[in-house]
C-alpha cells in the first residue's frame, strides 16, 4: 500500500504547479541541452552528454515522485469547530518546563516540514507526541540527549 501524503490546499496547489513546470518547460530544456550535447561528437568522451543526461534522471526522477504524492495525498481539511486539541494544521505554543522558553510551531504534514521555520511534521517525534493533546497538557518529547517535558500553553487554527 502507498503512503498517504497530508497536504494544505496550498502545497497541494505549489505541487501541481512545480509537476506542470517541469512536465513542460524544464522537460523542453534538458532536451534541448541532450541535443546540443549531441552535436560534439563522440559520446563517449563527451562530458556535457554525461552531464545532460544525468539532468534528465533527476528531471524524471523528481517528476515520478511528484506524480506518486498527487496520486496519494489527501487534503487536510480546515475546521473551526476543533482547537482544543492539537491536530494536524494547528498552531500551537508550548514552554520547555525546564527552561521556560516558548515556542510557536505549526504541527503540518510531512511534505511541508520545516523545522527550522516552526513547521514540524506530524509524523516527526514531536509532531507525534503532540498530536491530540490539549492546553495545560505536559508532552515528553524523547529527544537524543534524553527526554524533553513541554507544556502546550496556546492552540489555535
Known sequence: MAKEYKL???????????????????????????????????????SEYDEAKNEQGKLYSRIAELENILANCSVIEEEETDNNVVRLGSKITVEDVEMGDEETYQVVGSQEADPMNGR??????????????????????????????????????
Open 8 to 46: 494544505s490546499a496550498t502545497r497541494l496547489e505549489e505541487l501541481k504547479n512545480e509537476l506542470s513546470y517541469l512536465k513542460t518547460v524544464r522537460e523542453k530544456e534538458v532536451a534541448d541541452q541532450i541535443k546540443e550535447a549531441r552535436s560534439f561528437g563522440d559520446l563517449s568522451e563527451n
Open 120 to 157: 514540524i511534521s506530524e509524523e516527526s517525534p514531536f509532531g507525534k507526541a503532540l498530536l491530540g493533546k490539549a492546553v495545560g497538557e505536559i508532552v515528553i518529547v524523547e529527544a537524543p540527549a534524553g527526554n524533553i517535558e513541554y507544556k502546550v500553553v496556546d492552540i489555535q487554527r
